[in-house]
């Protein structure tokens, strides 16, 4: 291929249309809840009442704006679903013109209605969960700070105003991480993933700056359908495909920036069904998409897409087998689950939508499991070891099935949610073709194995076997309104896949916005055997699973004489050593050695020139006596010496 891009390949639509009609009340996505989190934030003690309240009409009113755009955009032509609403002009600077425009599509409406549809479940859980915490207002507050951020990076018709919420939504998940500040143990998570995300969104700075430099604009219309990328040389739209890639990573913490979601576990449970199945680790997963047509123009930026994809997918299952924390075994599944959708998207042009598939059932199933793990912990005295669980099934009867659901769609049980996305995006690794297609493929179904177990592993040991309470605990039911939101998501886990699948289908809704999917055709294993292969794979998970953990009692303390496997995976595979010793040590010599080379070298010269002048000038100040008698004896000398040397030199 030739080094000069041809933008013909990107151009899938001729451009956005402005908005009309229902689309001018786009700009209320994102102002409902940001105006409700501006109140109970600065409200203060005044909203306590009625702070929850206000907190779960914004994200629910933000919904219903949202389906009714989206119903409107679904009757439009496939040439009039990219509606673009201009608001104001932000930054009119020279040739550097940046508008705040909300740019409502496909891709942007299937956002849109995952953060607010799932995100105000998540709020009305919020209401049960955090009823005794005194801090109750602010959070609600930081929830609608957190969805106005994410809607507002979805929204954003160019990468600058994209990057905006992207700064929102790293800020809003530091305060929620850290919500409980007297938890030495949250304050530090929170600080982790600010730093960690902040080398990721270097990158993404990185790549907003070189877009503008080369092609003078970073608007998505003038880059993708308005010719931005003709004439590009590949080297320079692959550098720019790595660093978006390196944001995405430290968003939707993907090798090697995956560290910090383990600890994020430290804020409330409902934090983390919002961060892992609706907004922040999805923010990676929506930029790759979005930038379809660079990775369309460049393979080598696609292959490191989907190298980070496979390596993530594998690493957060490893890690998923061998961690005793409920609310950390679902955080490695989510990393390993966000792989998996990195790597349909990396897989390039007829595969995101496959993505964003999965994407979409995953919001489901994930958060419905994380507020199942919630209500376990509600029940169990905030107790999150598994292995002081056992036995739940029995009195926490509507948190189990809800969670079964859960659990079978990710493992991915027929006609579930997980099965409809999980099976295509294995069927197109293999579909690539070649040893690259195969080795893709075979770790995706790895990892489906992989899944199988360590879910079944949890599900064995919190609801299944012996009971292993606490003596002072008393495991009950939550109340319904955690149990609600519960089950409406567990019946998405079910038939959310179906419906989006073999009902209305979302990879042809989706097509003005990341272009066509994958055709029927030529498959490199037959579907049919596919699936049965992989339904192979998910029962030997299961059946491992049961050999291993149900056969027997569960000890209540974690064995340590295990292999060398399980001890680098209950240490999340020295994912921290590595940051540690590659990035952060070497990072803080550094620091230090130029902080030296700047006190002592750069300020040192400076301060010693001046030091000398300064001396120098103190030295010669004291021949200045203000006596004619002083100088007539140094003019005295002067003389002297100079009669001297004449003598001296006429004599020679």
């Known amino acids: 291929m030739s080094p000069v891009m041809n933008a013909a390949v990107v151009a899938h639509t001729p451009g956005f249309i402005p908005a009309t009609g229902p689309f001018k009340l786009t700009f209320l996505l994102v102002l409902f809840p940001a105006v409700s989190a501006a109140i109970l934030l600065l409200g203060g003690r005044r909203t306590n009442k009625w702070g929850h309240l206000l907190g779960c009409a914004a994200p629910i009113a933000s919904f219903v704006i949202g389906l009714v755009l989206f119903f409107d955009l679904f009757g439009k032509s496939a040439q009039d679903k990219q509606v673009d609403q201009h608001l104001f002009s932000w930054i009119p600077a020279g040739s550097f013109h940046v508008d705040v425009n909300l740019l409502f599509d496909p891709l942007a409406a299937v956002f849109v209605l995952l953060i607010t549809g799932v995100g105000s479940l998540i709020?009305?859980?919020?209401?049960?969960?955090?009823?005794?915490?005194?801090?109750?207002?602010?959070?609600?507050?930081e929830l609608n700070l957190f969805v106005a951020a994410m809607l507002l990076l979805v929204l954003a018709d160019n990468f600058l105003l994209l990057y905006v919420g992207w700064e929102g939504v790293g800020l809003a998940s530091y305060l929620l991480i850290g919500f409980w500040t007297y938890k030495p143990s949250a304050a530090v998570a929170a600080k982790k993933a600010f730093l960690v995300n902040r080398v990721g969104d270097l990158g993404l700075s990185l790549?907003?700056?070189?877009?503008?430099?080369?092609?003078?604009?970073?608007?998505?219309?003038?880059?993708?359908?308005?010719?931005?990328?003709?004439?590009?040389?590949?080297?320079?739209?692959?550098?720019?495909?790595?660093l978006l890639l390196l944001g995405a990573c430290g968003k939707s913490a993907q090798f090697p920036l995956q560290?910090?979601?383990?600890?994020?576990?430290?804020?409330?449970?409902?934090?983390?069904?919002?961060?892992?199945?609706?907004?922040?680790?999805?923010?990676?997963?929506?930029?790759?998409?979005?930038?379809?047509?660079?990775?369309?123009?460049?393979?080598?930026?696609?292959?490191?897409?989907?190298?980070?994809?496979?390596?993530?997918?594998?690493m957060g299952a490893i890690i998923g087998c061998a961690y005793d924390d409920i609310k950390k075994v679902l955080a490695a599944s989510t990393m390993s689950q966000i792989g998996y959708m990195m790597l349909a998207v990396g897989l390039g042009p007829g595969a995101y939508a496959i993505g964003i598939l999965h994407l979409l059932t995953h919001g489901f199933f994930k958060a419905n499991m994380f507020l199942g793990a919630g209500s376990v912990m509600h029940g169990m005295n905030d107790e999150v070891n598994m292995r002081r669980y056992g036995g739940l099934r029995k009195v926490m009867p509507v948190?189990?099935?809800?969670?079964?659901?859960?659990?079978?769609?990710?493992?991915?049980?027929?006609?579930?949610?997980?099965?409809?996305?999980?099976?295509?995006?294995?069927?197109?690794?293999?579909?690539k073709g070649g040893p690259e297609g195969w080795i893709l493929g075979l770790v995706a179904l790895l990892g489906a194995g992989l899944t199988a177990f360590y879910m079944s592993r949890l599900m064995i040991m919190t609801f299944f076997g012996n009971r292993r309470w606490a003596k002072d605990t008393h495991p009950h039911e939550s109340p319904s309104v955690m149990t609600g939101p519960m089950a409406l998501l567990a019946v998405g886990s079910l038939v959310a896949g179906g419906l989006m699948v073999l009902g209305a289908s979302l990879q042809h809704f989706l097509t003005p916005a990341v272009g066509k999917s994958v055709e029927e055709?030529?498959?490199?294993?037959?579907?049919?055997?596919?699936?049965?292969?992989?339904?192979?794979?998910?029962?030997?998970?299961?059946?491992?699973?049961?050999?291993?953990?149900?056969?027997?009692?569960?000890?209540?303390?974690?064995?340590?004489?295990?292999?060398?496997?399980?001890?680098a995976a209950r240490r999340s595979l020295y994912g921290d050593a590595l940051?540690?010793?590659?990035?952060?040590?070497?990072?803080?010599?550094?620091?230090?050695?130029?902080?030296?080379?700047?006190?002592r070298g750069v300020d040192g010269a400076v301060n010693g020139f001046a030091a000398m002048v300064g001396g120098t000038s103190a030295r010669a100040r004291r021949s200045q006596t203000g006596f004619a008698r002083s100088y007539a004896l140094s003019m005295l000398a002067g003389a002297t010496v100079i009669a001297a040397a004449l003598m001296i030199a006429r004599v020679g």
Do not use: C
């Open 123 to 141: 709020h009305i859980y919020s209401i049960g969960y955090m009823e005794h915490d005194p801090d109750r207002r602010r959070f609600f507050g």
């Open 207 to 242: 790549a907003i700056m070189l877009m503008f430099t080369t092609f003078g604009s970073v608007s998505f219309n003038d880059l993708f359908y308005g010719g931005g990328l003709h004439g590009a040389h590949r080297g320079t739209v692959t550098a720019i495909g790595l």
């Open 259 to 314: 560290s910090w979601l383990l600890d994020a576990m430290e804020g409330p449970t409902p934090v983390s069904a919002l961060i892992h199945a609706a907004t922040m680790v999805t923010a990676g997963v929506y930029l790759i998409a979005r930038s379809h047509p660079i990775y369309d123009l460049s393979s080598d930026a696609r292959l490191a897409v989907e190298i980070v994809g496979a390596v993530t997918l594998v």
């Open 399 to 431: 948190t189990f099935w809800t969670f079964t659901a859960g659990y079978l769609a990710i493992i991915g049980f027929p006609l579930t949610s997980g099965f409809f996305s999980k099976d295509k995006i294995i069927e197109a690794a293999l579909d």
């Open 521 to 567: 055709g030529v498959h490199t294993i037959a579907p049919l055997v596919l699936t049965a292969l992989t339904l192979i794979v998910i029962a030997g998970g299961v059946a491992a699973a049961w050999w291993l953990v149900a056969r027997k009692p569960v000890p209540v303390e974690q064995p340590l004489n295990v292999t060398p496997v399980t001890w």
């Open 579 to 599: 940051n540690e010793n590659v990035f952060m040590r070497p990072g803080a010599y550094l620091t230090r050695a130029l902080v030296f080379f700047d006190g």
